[in-house]
């Protein structure tokens, strides 16, 4: 393919961005304006005539809050179609991500001085790297001070940082979203790469809801086939693991392979692969069965000297920067037994040492000593009952320990609370804590007394940003540890309580309008005002309640639940008919009509009704849904619990 191409699309003009003047478009600032870098066919031309001309109104692209003016299927107007589905919160410097966890200076010399080598290009062995690690070693650190380091050279394709923390992944993002990258980096944004997409989008307009192979085949491969650059560009995926479906992970793996282990040679497409993950035995085995011999594979290792200069760093910081009126100047804190007690027990785990610090330099309490001296007892106990060449064998025991440290300073009239908080946000999509509070009827006082000793490991928004900020795990083990009753014990999350928790809430909110609801919250605040934090948090239960349920089913019991449903008045729900997902709300009928089957009695009968009654009340679930059509939907207690509920026989019903 030429490039430039031999014809370029016809100049761009918007006519609401070109006003009405009485002065001549040529000394007029917008028609400067209208040409990219101040150039084009019209450039510095004055007092023309244009006949038998064409001109198409093109929108204005916006990226990164400034307003450009593109030819069709260049790479700054393709970047601006695809930046639509990119997954803006899990790039190098998302605010999202902020404060970016990095490498302290001094710290993983040797592997990041490997990994600075392959990516100069001055190891040409490997077209890949698998970076593995267990949970807290430290591997996104890595990862960010690496894709810092190759922006800076001119080597970064793109880099993604994928979380549990969101709730909005598939695999589809993920390979568009590398394509935006690379369509804006430095060393493609000017070149064909853009420009090739572009055709392939104008060949396919479906293009971007394709499976991922054929768009890792359209928008990475083919366009970059045969661009000779000066240096290869690297990609970095780090938490591949954290998201999509073991299978999901797998296919993006066996894609890249596919590339590495291209017929053609190598540098036919100019791209190298950091993939950062957990060691799962699906990854291990894709990564070694898929890229035979151009993957390489290393381990992070668990340094006892990193983690010293990292604990004694953050010593530092807390004794001259966060608390210099707590110390005398020539006082020494902490001694280096207490700092070395510290290093030991993480264990080589970074999230053990970087949860310590944030323990010892708590800002709800502002009392290091005292929070060191707690840390150096809970040490001590746990050493008591688990000698320290036994916990280097299982490295998750001293983090376990720590939590459930923390966690036994919340105090026992609270801990349901600080549980269910916890739990709802790291089960269901996250809301704004100031509806998460309204949602569980928590007023502002007890949302923040419940999670007032865990802010070592949940970031809780401040007050003044509670309408747009949410709860955020410092790292997914807590979540993890709690999840799991074998290593939590007490404090383990009993997940069908949590469903049936959270199913109560949402229907007790969709039971009232969102008038009264908004007049009754626990929180209010002027902005939002109560009427937005109704609107918003009754959209959200409308959405979400029906999986709930259906998920109490699976892991717990369901007559406590049953009693909430069957004095649900589910005339309500035309209020938030818009919300409501069809596939939801059928499949938890579906799943109301089999618990029968699991009860020594009936618990669900069927009744026939009017369909004029339906017509009149309930013609919102024609439209909701076509495939079974339901013509009442009104639950009652009439000795066993009876579901009123009228309908076209399906198949599946009788089964």
Partial sequence: MEWPPPSFPFPVFNSYDMPYTSQPYHNNQYAQAARP?????????????????????????????????????????????????????AELYSQARYPQPECLDGTRKDLIRDFQSWMSGRDVRYDAVWLYGPMGVGKTAIAQTLGQWAERNK???????????????????????????????PSLKDGPYGYRIGEQLAADGALLSKDIATQFKKLIVEPLSGLHLPQRLVIIIDGLDECLDDQEQCDILRLISRAVH?????????????????????????????FKTRCDRKEVPMDDDDIRLYINDGFTHIKDNTY????????????VEESEKIVLSSSGLFIYASTAIKFIKDPSLASPKL????????????????????????????????????????????????????????????????????LLDLSQESFYAA??????????????????????????????????????????????????????????????????????????????????????????????????????????????LFDVIVHFDFTRLLFV???????????????????????????????????????????????????????????????????RLAMDREPYLST
Avoid at 170 to 176: A, E, F, L
Avoid at 385 to 408: Q, V
Avoid at 508 to 524: D, E, Q
């Fill in 155 to 185: 080597v970064l394709g793109a880099a993604l940082f994928l979380s549990k923390s969101e709730d909005q992944y598939d695999s589809n993002r993920i390979i568009i979203s590398i394509a935006f990258q690379l369509a804006v980096c």
């Fill in 37 to 89: 870098g101040q150039s084009g066919p019209f450039h510095n031309s004055s007092h023309f005539v244009v006949k038998d001309s064409h001109f198409f109104d093109q929108s204005v692209v916006e990226i990164h809050n400034h307003n450009h003016y593109y030819y069709p299927h260049t790479g700054a107007y393709v970047a601006g179609l695809l930046s639509q589905s990119s997954l803006h919160h």
């Fill in 371 to 438: 929070q060191l001296k707690i840390f150096l007892e809970f040490i001590e106990e746990s050493n008591q009952i688990s000698a320290p060449t036994s916990r280097r064998t299982n490295p998750l025991k001293p983090i376990d320990a720590l939590y459930d440290r923390i966690l036994s300073r919340v105090h026992e009239t609270l801990l349901s609370t600080t549980l269910r908080l916890i739990g709802i946000s790291a089960t269901y999509p996250q809301l704004p804590v100031l509806e998460l509070a309204n």
């Fill in 451 to 560: 999670l007032h000793r865990v802010h070592s490991v949940v970031n809780v928004p401040l007050s003044d940003i509670a309408p747009i900020g949410y709860l955020r795990f410092f790292h997914t083990s807590f979540t993890d540890f709690l999840k799991d009753p074998a290593r939590s014990g007490r404090f383990s999350l009993v997940m069908g309580d949590i469903h049936s928790t959270f199913a109560a809430a949402c229907f007790k909110a969709l039971g009232k309008t969102k008038v009264l609801y908004a007049k009754n919250l626990p929180w209010k605040t002027n902005r939002p005002n109560g009427l937005t934090i109704a609107h918003h948090v009754l959209s959200y239960a409308a959405t979400h309640v029906w999986k709930a349920c259906i998920s109490v089913g699976d892991t717990g019991d369901v007559m406590p």
């Fill in 324 to 335: 210099p009126d707590a110390f005398d100047p020539k006082e020494v804190w902490p001694i």
């Fill in 577 to 643: 008919k818009r919300m409501i997902p069809v596939s939801g709300l059928r499949d938890f009928v579906k799943w109301l009509s089999k618990q029968q089957e699991n009860q020594p009695h009936d618990i669900i009968k069927w009744h026939e009704v009017d369909p004029l009654l339906f017509v009149r009340s309930f013609n919102f679930l024609v439209t909701l849904i076509n495939q079974v059509l339901y013509r009442d939907l009104v639950l009652q207690k009439a000795g066993d619990i009876a579901l």
């Fill in 262 to 290: 291209s017929p053609n040679p190598p540098q036919s497409l100019p791209l190298m692969w950091m993939i950062c993950s957990r060691p799962e035995p699906h990854i291990r085995h894709t990564v070694l069965r898929a």
